[in-house]
């Protein structure tokens, strides 16, 4: 893995973290125990699971999760979530590209609560990063992203899943509830 950021080529961006501002407040509203796919130096809970552990294989039962899973591979992480939310009374919440015309999104995404979030996001680089170009800023992400949010009561079907839109800080600019089937 290269640690410069290379144009339209993602694979850099596997390890770069959750940016503080979205991250504390999407936390004040939601009270995040578990940071389930982290590194030492992203984790954004004092409890968390790194690529060693692998957080796919580890319990979430009953925990508050935050994920800002590999976008390489987002559906085995949104397929673990799921099912703890409806077996196990876990609330998961994902940082994703906002990637709606991909199978694992329509399959997987719009059984939650969708967050877009408007703009791009700046990911916080990994302590070995070395921009290309020091007296530039690092760039915003190439694509945009969501937070997707699955809990029991939607995993149970006594909530319809709804869309909000966000800005950068996490802040709700708008919303509507019951979604599914319908166009905004």
């Known amino acids: 893995m290269s640690p410069h950021y290379r144009g339209d080529d993602m694979s850099h961006l596997q390890y770069w973290g959750t940016p503080h501002e979205l991250f504390d407040t999407l936390h004040k509203r939601w009270t995040f125990d578990l940071d389930v796919c982290a590194q030492p130096w992203s984790a954004k809970c004092s409890n968390y699971f790194t690529e060693d552990e692998d957080g796919l294989l580890q319990s979430w039962a009953g925990r508050k999760v935050w994920c800002n899973p590999p976008y390489a591979e987002p559906l085995a992480w949104l397929e673990r979530g799921w099912l703890h939310a409806l077996e196990h009374a876990t609330e998961a919440t994902y940082l994703l590209p906002n990637s709606t015309d991909t199978k694992w999104f329509q399959d997987m995404c719009f059984r939650g609560d969708i967050y877009f979030v408007r703009g791009r996001l700046k990911f916080e680089p990994p302590p070995d990063y070395e921009p290309p170009d020091p007296t530039k ?12 949010r699955f809990t029991p009561e939607l995993a149970h079907g006594h909530v319809e899943p709804g869309c ?21």
């Open 164 to 184: 909000w839109l966000m800005d950068r800080a996490g802040k709700a600019i708008s919303h509507r509830r019951g979604v599914q089937g319908h166009l905004f």
């Open 137 to 148: 800023k690092i760039p915003g992400a190439p694509f945009g992203v969501v937070v997707v």
